[in-house]
C-alpha cells in the first residue's frame, strides 16, 4: 500500500513550458486536492475532486488545469509555467470528512521556473 | 469563503513549557479542525483533530480546543521536547458546495530549545 504517490519529486521548468505533475493513491479514496506552498508559507487550495469525472476550483486556480478521469489519479497542468509557480506541490487524499478520515499528503514536488 | 487565521507566526520555548498556538476561522458552517505538524523538507502529518461537536481533545501531550461561538481553535502543546520543533498548520474544513475544501492557516513555527 504506497499511500498517495507524487511524481517527479524535482522539475525545474523554463518560463512558457508545460508539464505535468502526476499524483495516484492506491486508497480507493473519493476525495483528492492539489496544494502549493510557498516558502514560509501554508498551503494554498489549487484544485479539488470529490470523484472521478468531478473538478473544482480552489483559492488559487489560475495557471493550472486537473483532470479526474479514474479514482486512482489527479494529474496538475501547468500549461504556460511562470516564475510565480515556483513552489512546492502537494497531493492529498481522504476517503470522506464526513466519516473522520485523515488527509493522506504525497511527499511533494518541488518546482522552479526559470 | 472560509478565511484561517493563525498565530503567532514563530513561537520560541524552553523544553519542558507547555506551547499554545491560536486559529480563528469565518465560516460558521466549518465543522472540522485538523491540526498538521511539517518538519523541514517533508510533508505535512497531521497530529490531532477535532469536530464542532466536541470543545476539546487530547492526546498525551497534545490538546486541541475549540469555541465555535467564537469561532476560534487552539492547539496546547505541554512538556515540550525538541522534536517538537516544526511548523504547525491548523486548518478547518469549508462545506462549500462540496463539503470537502480544507482551508490552512499560514503556519507557526515552533522552536524547543534544550
Known amino acids: 500500500n504506497a499511500g498517495v504517490t507524487q511524481t517527479p519529486k524535482f522539475r525545474i521548468l523554463k518560463i512558457g513550458q508545460s508539464m505535468t505533475l502526476q499524483c495516484a493513491q492506491d486508497m480507493n479514496h473519493n476525495y483528492m486536492y492539489w496544494y502549493r506552498q510557498d516558502p514560509g508559507m501554508g498551503l494554498k487550495l489549487i484544485y479539488y475532486?470529490?470523484?472521478?469525472?468531478?473538478?473544482d476550483k480552489g483559492e488559487v486556480p489560475n495557471g493550472y488545469n486537473v483532470s479526474r478521469s479514474t479514482t486512482e489519479d489527479f494529474p496538475l497542468r501547468l500549461e504556460l509555467a511562470a516564475p510565480s509557480q515556483t513552489s512546492v506541490y502537494f497531493c492529498?487524499?481522504?476517503?470522506?470528512?464526513?466519516?473522520?478520515?485523515?488527509?493522506?499528503f504525497g511527499e511533494g514536488s518541488w518546482l522552479t521556473v526559470v | 469563503g472560509e478565511n484561517v487565521e493563525q498565530h503567532p507566526s514563530t513561537l520560541s520555548v524552553q523544553e519542558g513549557d507547555s506551547a499554545v498556538i491560536k486559529c480563528t476561522y469565518s465560516d460558521s458552517a466549518s465543522n472540522y479542525f485538523p491540526w498538521y505538524k511539517q518538519e523541514l523538507g517533508k510533508r505535512p502529518q497531521l497530529i490531532i483533530d477535532i469536530r464542532s461537536n466536541v470543545g476539546e481533545k487530547k492526546d498525551q501531550r497534545i490538546a486541541v480546543t475549540l469555541n465555535k461561538t467564537a469561532k476560534h481553535f487552539s492547539l496546547h502543546i505541554t512538556e515540550t521536547q525538541p522534536e517538537d520543533s516544526a511548523v504547525y498548520f491548523c486548518a478547518a474544513q469549508n462545506y462549500g458546495g462540496s463539503q470537502g475544501n480544507l482551508i490552512f492557516g499560514k503556519g507557526t513555527k515552533l522552536s524547543v530549545k534544550p
Open positions: 475532486s470529490v470523484g472521478a469525472g468531478i473538478t
Open positions: 492529498a487524499s481522504t476517503d470522506s470528512f464526513l466519516s473522520g478520515n485523515t488527509i493522506y
